[in-house]
């Protein structure tokens, strides 16, 4: 309640109030009066409490314990006179402080994790309310905001995780296990491909999130970790530190461990990262770089496109499509910042915002080059960001100096800088870059005055002109700095202060013999001095005991190089074989020819061999060329002799050759059988080659060989052509072979003695010696009758054997008398056997056909037996030609052995006709057979052939004689009275009998002995009949048509009919009694016959009629 003293204006004594009225008449004016009124105003809650000492802020650490006080807030009821009292609350929610509602103490509520929050300030809304509602029936209240600093607490170890930079979530799970690959032997600092790995310390206070990273494991110390300190979160990298560790071949795969160290909470500091690397083996002609690493910048933030490197490209060896490289980058993960041409190399930005200098300094990728082939070589980059600064130094002048050898040099590096004067970008400092004199120059920093360190040597310098090329780079002292460099040239004159000096402490050289004027061998040495004239070098050989043999000749081999040829005298001849030493020890001198001093001149020692010369052939040794024996079929095998030669000369390398391989069978060539049989090896071995050696194929293998001194330097290398013969030695593995042989065998039992030999058998064996030798046996004989019944026979043949060239012949041979009386033939099984053990054996079956007797032919000639027997051969030709039929002779004997006829004939050929087939012809076919070819008709009449007939078989009795004689007399009587009959008719018809003759003689000589129908004669007439058909030939034999001799049917008969056919044989011009000693009964028939024997060109025109007979005449 207030208390107010007031003035008060003066009443009335009536207490009535102050009034208006006149003070003088006619004059209005106010009246008062006043006094003292004390009022005590009474305090009513009508206004909100306030806070005092606002703001309000402090700090807690994290991890502090509950109930821990952070600082106190106080408000007051601003109705003094009230002072209600205040109560506290925090009307934010979900806050880890709480505040005492009286004292308004805040204190910790809940654990604080720094890292959980998401801010490190917490602002807390506090709330004042006054106990007693105010005038208006309301709750009096304030609030205020206190800030309160959580300060952070090295609380949490670093962990890692499987992701990028850009999009790691630390929220999910750590992780302990990591894959990569890398190609073995890759080069230093190359990182691990497929490796992302991202290190996190939550902690937020950068002292608390530092932490480094170390490599621990078996294979630790082939790789490095980059980097090895982090702040907080970053990128992880392993680098190869050991190239020769990282191999393929002792591991496939590597295993390290990452630790990341968190020093500053030692309790729990560590997190292991294990990381298995998968090592690619790698290829040969891979493409490759010049450089291992390329060291690349790249302002930060950079537009992209920007060139970062424009000339990184590799070589690759292969041609072609496997020649063309392509680029790319790697790993994956930098392609969002980085990329590379694929043709050229050029690396370039590819997101200049996300280079931050400040998030990642430097970068390392992979470039990786492919051929064609799919073959991979890689390098590393090393890109590093750099800080902006626009404007490097500007060096002012060109700096090109001369000096002479053995002084000093100085100059003064000039530069300006047009960045802002005084800026740090603007401070200049001057280095020099390492190169290959940068050892031999100070600069000073500041000034930038550089001189050598010490006087210049014209002969520590490799150039020709006698420049030291120094850089000097002038830089600013900027972020990130810049620079420039400039080249200092300094030319340094020659001076001869330099002896030559040999390039080797001695020589030792070689030579042969008997080469005058050959090189030995150079001498080299060198003089430092840099200028040619200071520099030139002469030789010469310092006399001494074979000084005289050598000649020496200096050349010019390059800068301050020379050498000295060293060759033998070309009128001097070394012979090796009368040096007492074979050596020479000479002393070669080099003199400075510019030199001052006489004395400044070198001297080596120089060793000359003399060598034997290598020229003499080598010798085959005659003992290792004797003939030797290898068994067939492959029964030896490998080496089975060794060929020996010989050389005089002192070093030779002999090594055997073979020219030829000539395979034999017996005496003559087996062709190309046997070459691949042997294999005549270098070293003189003569090998087995073969498992098919074949004694049957070649029997002997002759080797044309040489031998061949490698070494030969003069005269022939080779030895004479030498031969070794291989003989092939038999073995019984082959079975005889019966010989194909297309003769018919007939036997013809009448004519079969005892040792007749009656068919032949012919087979081989292709072994040698008694294993190829045959042995014939009959088996068994069965004869095989024409009505088909098989009978078996013993002891009927018997078999001989002959050896013939290179077979066996068995002689198959009647054993016993054969009985003419058989019909068919006999099967005959004959087997051969060769002389082995054991034997082999084969078999054969002959078919021999047997003759019977009533195929015996009777041939009747006008000729002694004598002239017979010496035409024989003739004879059975022509009958041989007519008949096709093989002619076996039984005998040739006179008349006076046989039976009267007609004709008188000297001698008689009993025979039979048997063909291959076993069939034989009877006297009929025969007949036939030769009647029908005109021409070996006219050579058997020549021969003196006379009558064709049956053979006597079977001698008569006397019964039967006596019979045939009263026949005979009885046919004698009546064929007497027959021709006297004829006689006297044919003597009245003579002339007709001409005319009829001549005519008889027209057709006969134009009649077509193929149109005519073949058959035997009957006896006396001009007819024909089909009996004697040959069953071989199945000739149809008809009766012919008649010529024409009769003139009526009366006429039928010839009036010559005979027993037996008699044929005469026609003469060149005509007929010689000795010819014929047919008697005509007429003279005039002489004629006629004697004009159709006497034709002498048969092959125009026949003059025989095949159906006619001499008897007819």
């Known amino acids: 309640m207030a208390h107010w003293t007031m003035p008060r204006t003066p009443s009335t004594s009536s207490g009535s109030q102050p009034r208006w009225g006149p003070a003088k008449p006619g004059v209005w004016g106010y009246q008062e009066s006043s006094t003292y009124l004390s009022l005590t105003i009474q305090d009513l809650p009508n206004l909100d409490p306030r806070f005092l000492n606002e703001p309000y802020s402090d700090s807690v650490p994290e991890d502090c314990i509950l109930g821990t006080t952070v600082l106190t807030v106080t408000a007051m009821d601003r109705d003094t006179g009230v002072n209600d009292n205040i109560s506290y609350s925090i009307s934010n929610a979900s806050v880890p402080f709480a505040i005492n509602a009286t004292t308004g103490t805040i204190t910790v509520s809940r654990p604080l994790d720094r890292e959980q929050l998401p801010s490190e300030e917490v602002l807390l809304e506090v709330m004042a309310y006054e106990k007693n509602l105010d005038i208006h029936g309301k709750v009096a209240q304030a609030s205020t905001l206190v800030a309160i600093m959580v300060t952070d607490v090295n609380d949490n170890k670093p962990q890692f995780y499987h992701c990028s930079l850009t999009s790691c979530d630390f929220s999910t799970s750590a992780q302990n296990n990591f894959t990569g690959n890398i190609i073995e ?51 992880v990298q392993l680098l190869v530190q050991d190239p020769s560790s990282v191999d393929y071949e002792i591991s496939h795969v590597m295993v390290v461990q990452i630790i990341a160290n968190d020093r500053g909470n030692p309790m729990d500091c560590c997190s292991t990262a294990t990381v298995t690397i998968d090592l690619i083996d790698s290829n040969d002609h891979i493409p490759e770089f010049p450089q291992g690493t390329y060291y690349l910048s790249v302002v930060e933030n950079s537009p992209a496109g920007t060139i970062i490197s424009q000339n990184i490209t590799a070589y690759d060896p292969d041609s072609g499509v496997l020649g063309q490289i392509t680029y790319q980058l790697l790993p994956e993960t930098i392609h969002n910042i980085f990329t590379v041409n694929a043709t050229t190399g050029a690396v370039l930005v590819q997101n200049g915002s996300l280079l931050d200098r400040e998030t990642r300094p430097i970068y390392y990728a992979n470039l990786q080059a492919k051929d064609g082939g799919n073959l991979v070589g890689t390098t590393v980059l090393e890109i590093t960001v750099l800080d902006d600064n626009d404007m490097a130094p500007i060096i002012t002048g060109s700096y090109f100096i001369s000096v002479e050898e053995g002084q000093n040099v100085r100059t003064q590096i000039q530069a300006i800088d047009n960045d802002e004067p005084g800026n740090c ?115 010469q050989i310092q006399r001494g005991s074979g000084s005289s043999n050598f000649l020496i000749h200096s050349s010019h081999l390059g800068p301050g190089h020379y050498g000295g040829q ?43 061999h003399i060598l034997d010369i290598n020229d003499e052939p080598p010798t085959i040794l005659p003992a290792s060329l004797q003939d030797m024996h290898v068994s067939e079929n492959g029964t030896q095998q490998g080496l089975v002799h060794t060929l020996v030669a010989s050389d ?42 073969s498992s098919d050696i074949d004694y049957e194929l070649c029997d002997r293998v002759v080797l044309t060989l040489r031998a061949e001194d490698l070494y030969t330097e003069k005269g022939n290398r080779y030895s004479q052509n030498k031969t070794m013969t291989i003989l092939i030695t038999d073995a019984n593995d082959n079975t005889p072979v019966f010989l194909s042989i297309s003769e018919t065998f007939v036997v013809v039992p009448e004519i079969s003695p005892v040792d007749l030999q009656v068919a032949t058998v012919k087979a081989t064996d292709a072994d040698s010696g008694p294993r190829g030798a045959i042995t014939f046996s009959i088996v068994s004989v069965v004869l095989v009758e024409d009505n088909g019944v098989s009978r078996p026979f013993e002891n009927l043949f018997k078999v001989v054997t002959t050896a013939k060239e290179n077979s066996y012949i068995g002689s198959i041979q009647v054993a016993s008398n054969l009985d003419g009386s058989l019909k068919g033939q006999y099967q005959v099984t004959v087997e051969a056997q060769d002389g082995g053990a054991p034997a082999h054996t084969a078999q054969t079956v002959l078919n021999i056909f047997t003759v019977d007797q009533s195929y015996r032919v009777h041939l009747q000639f006008l000729t002694t037996v004598d002239e017979v027997q010496s ?191 008699t044929v005469n044989a026609p003469s060149d011009n005509r007929l010689k009694a000795k010819q014929g000693k047919v008697q005509l009964t007429d003279p005039t028939d002489e004629e006629v016959l004697v004009a159709a024997l006497n034709l002498k060109e048969p092959t125009k025109t026949s003059y025989v009629n095949p159906t006619l007979t001499t008897t007819d005449l």
């Open 185 to 235: 032997h890759s080069s230093s600092r190359l990182p691990v491909s497929n490796l992302s790995i991202v290190a996190h310390d939550p902690d937020k206070q950068g002292i608390n999130s530092n932490y480094e990273l170390y490599l621990e494991g078996p294979n630790a110390s082939a790789f490095t970790v980059s980097p090895t300190k982090i702040m907080g979160t970053g990128e």
């Open 425 to 539: 970008n603007s401070e200049l400092g001057f280095k020099i870059l390492p190169g290959p004199f940068s050892n031999n120059f100070t600069i000073n920093a500041t000034t930038g005055e550089m001189h050598s360190n010490e006087p210049l040597d014209r002969e520590a310098l490799q150039d020709e002109q006698g420049q030291m090329v120094v850089t000097v780079e002038v830089y600013d002292h900027g972020m990130p700095q810049l620079s420039t460099s400039v080249n200092v040239t300094v030319t340094v004159g020659d001076m001869n202060d330099n002896t030559p000096m040999f390039l080797n402490k001695s020589y030792e050289f070689s030579v042969s013999e008997d080469s005058p004027g050959s090189l030995v061998g150079e001498v080299e040495a060198t003089d430092a001095d840099q200028t040619e004239i200071n520099s030139r070098i002469s030789f």
């Open 871 to 1061: 035409n024989s051969e003739n004879i059975k030709a022509a009958l041989t030609t007519a008949t096709k039929a093989g002619v076996y002779v039984v005998a040739i004997r006179s008349t006076e052995d046989t039976r009267v006829s007609q004709v008188k004939g000297k001698s008689v050929m009993e025979a039979y006709f048997v063909y291959s087939n076993g069939t034989a012809l009877d006297v009929n076919q025969l007949t036939v057979l030769i009647q029908s070819n005109p021409l070996v008709l006219a050579e058997l009449v020549n021969l003196g052939l006379a009558v064709i007939g049956p053979g006597m078989v079977v001698k008569p009795t006397r019964e039967t004689e006596l019979i045939g004689i009263i026949a005979g007399l009885v046919a004698f009587l009546l064929i007497f009275i027959f021709i006297m009959t004829l006689v006297l008719v044919l003597t009245t018809r003579s002339y007709k009998r001409k005319l009829s003759a001549m005519n008889a003689l027209k057709v006969a000589t134009t009649f077509n002995p193929a149109m005519a129908r073949q058959g035997a004669g009957i006896p006396g007439t001009n007819q024909y009949n089909a009996e004697g058909a040959n069953p071989m030939l199945n000739l149809s034999l008809d009766p012919s048509h008649d010529l024409g001799f009769h003139e009526d049917s009366s006429s039928v008969t010839s009036m010559n009919s005979l027993d037996e056919n």
């Open 566 to 608: 060293l060759s033998t005298d070309p009128d001097m001849s070394l012979d090796y074989d009368t040096l007492q030493q074979k050596y020479f020890s000479l002393v070669v001198l080099a003199a400075n020819t510019a030199a001052d001093n006489v004395g400044d001149t070198a001297k080596v020692s120089v060793l000359v």
């Open 648 to 689: 005089p000369d002192t070093n030779h390398s002999l090594v055997f050759e073979e020219l030829a391989v000539t395979c034999f069978k017996w005496a003559s060539s087996a062709g190309e059988v046997c070459w691949d049989w042997f294999m005549l090896a270098p070293n003189g071995s003569v090998l087995v080659n």
